[in-house]
DNA sequence: TTAAAAAATCATTTCCGGTGATAGAAGCAC
DNA sequence: GTGCTTCTATCACCGGAAATGATTTTTTAA
């Protein structure tokens, strides 16, 4: 049975004639004599009274209910492969908890307003495994610090952010080595981007096997810190969020270590849907390096 | 696109794998290779990433939805027209008063019990009006009083009746001529069967031109019967119904206008949908004519 | 690196959807 | 009834594409 035979025969219940629906489909009257002698057969019943106009036989009423919503669901499908289709569904987006606090209310508020059919689902995680969840199709799109990520996978640059060392305290200048030797750092668990700055930080100050407290909450980490348990490196950006409600103090990287961009990691575009479409237009070009403001620097 | 197109993407996002797909299906690897690409190359997107298992791409995600649910309708579809297949929708009747007075409750009682999901459709008319119902596709089957309907319609058997003369009044014997020719007649509008009787009963005993009052309502004619207006023709059987409420005395006619048979009128069994054939099944063979009682004469 | 598995490619066959012309059936006017 | 019109069925044919089997290339796992 094709879709095609279905339209045909809808089109001659509609028309009530073989001829007409040949016309409205812009075929010949023998295709669709064809067509629904075809179906006939498969189906082994008499589905049309030939007759002027025609007549639906019972067997063909409901084949006729089939035959619809068939044709409209394919239809449906067409229409929304169509470049310009209002998307529809589910955006299965992942994010680093960090991204989340900060940009993502926004952006996220906008899209949901201007696509209402657009149903967005948000997971955090590292960005190893959110990188690894839309390799495997587990997601649509990824908020992730990566410069690379395979070949499967396009990434977007989208926010620049500077990084910052983290304390109770402030902090007139990066702390001595004998210092960093005792303090604790409060971090992600593995996977997280900015974790790795840490141990980089750390690396290059010849302080071996850091302590690093791994923490599953962005919250839980700002707590701490600000109640002095110990250092954490965050975005400049995340940190202002908090300042509000922690006292906090912080000192900006080296930009080797400290400039990162955040990109949105998917699989290529030509496997977008309709929505990871329009979601990836909504999104912002990353501001060049030099007008990223590396605000107070308390 | 093609529904199998659809299946067979199915199959490979159901199986992860193109190969295994092919072997469920029946088919070789190559084929579902073709489909697949057919598929992204009508739809400009790529639908699966090829790894194992296989990855389902965004846009793949959101066909996968609408091949999901073409491929059950067309599978229902098919099943629905399978022999033996549970049948499913409404089935539209049509039946004389008479007979959906007398012989319809218990039929449509035990067809509804036993295929719950068919929904009876009921309507009443002259056997005149529902053939033409039949003919036009509005109706599935009627039960009508007919021994011919054009070479489109099935005729069928399946109630024996006799006709008797209804008057409120013992009739001991066919009343005179001059008594018929000042005695009105209460029937259906024209189309109903056994008003013709009545025209031919009447000119049979050379009454011209008789008083016919129209009436649309069984519960009518056979009120204003009781309460001495005029004569009816009717089936013993109906009037048996109303001996409980009404006074009535009846007189058989003579057999020769008197046996009648009740039929179903249906387009030809080739074109009749599930729900038809097991209706059809459900009805009785007619009983012979020495078999049918005369019941009580009174 | 190698071996095994899976998908892509290709040549080939087969089948079928679409076309146009024609024949036949049904409806309508006279 | 006759003739005219309209509609459907039939037929032969073309072209495209679905299916097949063999082979190559890619991917995955050991």
Same mark, same amino acid.
């Given at each position: 049975m094709l879709i095609? !035979?279905?339209?045909?025969?809808? %089109?001659?219940? $509609?028309?009530?004639?073989? !001829? %007409?629906? /040949? @016309?409205r489909l812009h075929t010949v009257q023998s295709n669709v004599t064809a067509h629904v002698k075809k179906l006939e057969s498969e189906l082994g019943a008499h589905l049309l009274e030939r007759r002027s106009p025609v007549v639906?036989?019972? %067997?063909?009423?409901? &084949? &006729?209910?089939? %035959?619809?919503?068939?044709? @409209?669901?394919?239809? $449906?499908?067409? +229409?929304?492969?169509?470049?310009?289709?209002?998307?529809?569904?589910?955006?299965?987006l992942g994010s680093m908890e960090t991204?989340?606090?900060v940009h993502l209310p926004g952006l996220l508020t906008a899209l949901s307003r201007r696509w209402p059919q657009l149903s967005v689902h948000l997971r955090t995680g590292t960005s190893g495994e959110l990188i690894e969840a839309v390799? *495997?199709?587990?997601? $649509? /799109? *990824?908020?992730? /610090? *990566?410069? $690379?990520?395979?070949d499967e996978l396009a990434l977007r640059p989208v926010f620049r952010e500077r990084l910052v060392l983290v304390s109770a305290r402030? &902090?007139? +200048?990066?702390? +001595?080595? /004998? @210092?960093?030797?005792?303090?604790?750092?409060?971090a992600f668990r593995q996977g997280c981007g900015y974790r790795r700055t840490i141990e980089l930080l750390l690396a290059e100050r010849r302080v071996p096997a850091p302590r690093i407290h791994e923490f599953g909450s962005?919250?839980?980490?700002?707590?701490?810190?600000? +109640?002095?348990?110990?250092?954490?490196?965050l975005p400049a950006s995340t940190v202002e969020q908090y300042r509000q409600r922690f006292e906090l103090h912080t000192l900006p990287l080296p930009a080797a270590l400290g400039d990162v961009t955040t990109v949105v990691a998917t699989l290529s575009a030509a496997s977008w849907s309709q929505g990871l479409e329009v979601f990836m237009e909504s999104l912002p070009e990353p501001a060049p390096w030099d007008a990223a403001p590396a605000r107070r620097a308390g």
């Open positions: 095609r !035979s279905l339209e045909i025969f809808r %089109a001659v219940v $509609d028309t009530g004639s073989f !001829s %007409a629906a /040949a @016309e639906v036989t019972p %067997a063909g009423r409901q &084949l &006729l209910g089939y %035959a619809r919503r068939i044709v @409209e669901l394919h239809d $449906d499908a067409l +229409a929304r492969f169509r470049p310009g289709g209002e998307p529809l569904g589910e955006l299965r991204t989340a606090a390799r *495997a199709g587990q997601l $649509d /799109a *990824a908020f992730v /610090a *990566a410069e $690379d990520a395979g402030p &902090l007139p +200048a990066m702390p +001595a080595r /004998a @210092e960093l030797l005792r303090t604790p750092f409060l962005l919250d839980a980490i700002v707590g701490c810190v600000s +109640a002095g348990m110990g250092l954490a490196v």
